[in-house]
């Protein structure tokens, strides 16, 4: 009997572990096992002739066109404590207005201030949790609908993903003298599959051209970044974001002059990862699972990946000369770091970046394009945000 519910509770495990494998934008089994080389076959440069129209081709090809909010009213602030983190820190919940020809719609920022650093560069981080399982302050009230957490997957995330992709570390943050401010996008547009589709067809119209979640999530940041920019225009605003929001990191950073540099961890297809190479997710996956994410344009090159006009070097060098971090897990094959690697490489060639990376696991922080490989898989832990942090202080201190 015993070893009965031994068996019970490994064959539990088993499937517990492949229904978070099948989650997300992460490692499927069939690459789960794989590493990246970390000293890739050496390529030739793909040259941009103009690397904004490059850019301006793949964003019409994938993406959608950027769109900016078209109202985000700031309606309500509130200090939630002044004394946080034995008062390191100040916490200020905020609701802005936000619509992009719709009906307005309530969106929660919360930030965390350093009490020491009055002109503290900020980083403005998407979070896959709602902001109050990220800045754990009891006073602050959910707005409607939301929760303090993702619920039983919350646990299952940290131990799968490390406890850093719900959690950032405050305070080691708050010491190295930066200031943190939480979004959850999926409070303006659900990351669900029909319901978002609906919800982009209603505000942008059911047509191939209209943008995709991705350039609305990433919207939302370069409408935080502008506002932070006209309250202190000497604070340095960072965009951060794992994965998917990897993804709308860059976007956001390409997009805002108000932006200053980005963090992309792990962003993968459509993200910091060539489109183009057959290694890892493919832009069919991508369509498969998340067709909300980009344009219905998209759906054109999904068999034909090599049509497309670009491919991710030219995002990258779009956001030129504005420092960059890509970060990657060896591991984590489904989000191609080799081929993230070959972008960053690409993009600096086709401008002024510095990129002086040899290997996948060449880190040099004060590189325009600085790149980041550790041993792993796809999550956040805190090996990266010592990374993250040493590439801030490199640009930002």
């Known amino acids: 009997?015993?070893?009965?519910?031994?068996?019970?509770?490994?064959?539990?495990?088993?499937?517990?572990?492949?229904?978070?494998?099948a989650l997300g934008s992460c490692a499927p089994a069939r690459t789960i096992l794989q590493q990246a080389d970390l000293s890739p076959t050496p390529s030739a440069s793909v040259k941009l002739n103009n690397p904004t129209e490059s850019f301006k081709q793949l964003e019409a090809a994938?993406?959608?066109?950027?769109?900016?909010?078209?109202?985000?009213?700031?309606?309500?602030?509130?200090?939630?404590?002044?004394?946080?983190?034995?008062?390191?820190a100040t916490v200020e919940q905020r609701i802005y207005n936000v619509l992009h020809g719709q009906t307005p719609a309530p969106l929660e920022v919360i930030i965390v201030w350093p009490n020491m650093s009055p002109n503290a560069p900020i980083i403005v981080s998407q979070n896959f949790s709602p902001n109050?399982?990220?800045?754990a302050v009891?006073?602050?009230?959910?707005?409607?609908?939301?929760?303090?957490?993702?619920?039983?997957?919350?646990?299952i995330f940290k131990f799968f993903f490390g406890r850093h992709i719900v959690e950032p570390p405050l305070e080691n943050i708050i010491d190295r003298g930066y200031a943190f401010a939480a979004i959850h996008p999926p409070d303006y547009i659900q990351d669900r599959a029909e319901a978002s589709t609906a919800k982009l067809d209603q505000i942008f119209g059911d047509r191939a051209d209209r943008p995709g979640a991705l350039t609305v999530w990433a919207s939302l940041t370069t409408a935080l970044a502008a506002d932070l920019k006209i309250q202190n225009p000497r604070r340095a605003v960072i965009a951060y974001g794992h994965s998917?929001?990897?993804?709308?990191?860059?976007?956001?950073?390409?997009?805002?002059?108000?932006?200053?540099?980005?963090?992309?961890?792990?962003?993968?297809t459509a993200g910091a990862s060539l489109i183009r190479d057959k290694?890892?997710?493919?832009?069919?996956?991508?369509?498969?699972?998340?067709?909300?994410?980009?344009?219905?344009?998209?759906?054109?090159?999904?068999?034909?990946?090599?049509?497309?006009?670009?491919?991710?070097?030219?995002?990258?060098?779009?956001?030129?000369?504005?420092?960059?971090?890509?970060?990657?897990?060896?591991?984590?094959?489904?989000?191609?770091?080799?081929?993230?690697?070959?972008?960053?490489?690409?993009?600096?060639?086709?401008?002024?970046?510095?990129?002086?990376?040899?290997?996948?696991?060449?880190?040099?922080?004060?590189?325009?394009?600085?790149?980041w490989t550790r041993p792993g898989t796809h999550g956040v832990v805190k090996e990266d945000w010592i990374a993250f942090l040493e590439f801030l202080d490199a640009h930002f201190k």
């Open 244 to 268: 998917r929001y990897g993804k709308t990191s860059l976007l956001a950073a390409a997009y805002s002059p108000s932006i200053d540099g980005a963090i992309s961890h792990q962003s993968g």
């Open 132 to 135: 109050r399982a990220v800045i």
């Open 62 to 88: 994938i993406y959608g066109p950027f769109t900016p909010a078209t109202s985000f009213e700031l309606t309500k602030t509130n200090i939630l404590t002044t004394e946080w983190l034995d008062g390191k």
């Open 138 to 155: 009891d006073k602050a009230s959910p707005l409607a609908g939301d929760s303090r957490s993702m619920g039983i997957l919350e646990p």
């Open 1 to 21: 009997m015993h070893r009965f519910f031994k068996v019970i509770r490994l064959l539990g495990f088993a499937g517990l572990l492949w229904g978070v494998i």
């Open 279 to 371: 290694t890892g997710e493919s832009l069919k996956d991508v369509l498969h699972s998340y067709p909300h994410w980009l344009s219905p344009s998209a759906r054109d090159y999904a068999d034909v990946p090599k049509s497309l006009p670009s491919d991710a070097h030219a995002l990258l060098a779009a956001i030129s000369p504005k420092p960059i971090m890509l970060g990657n897990g060896r591991r984590d094959v489904w989000s191609d770091p080799e081929g993230a690697f070959r972008a960053a490489k690409w993009a600096a060639s086709n401008t002024d970046q510095s990129f002086t990376a040899q290997r996948l696991d060449d880190f040099q922080p004060s590189d325009d394009i600085a790149f």
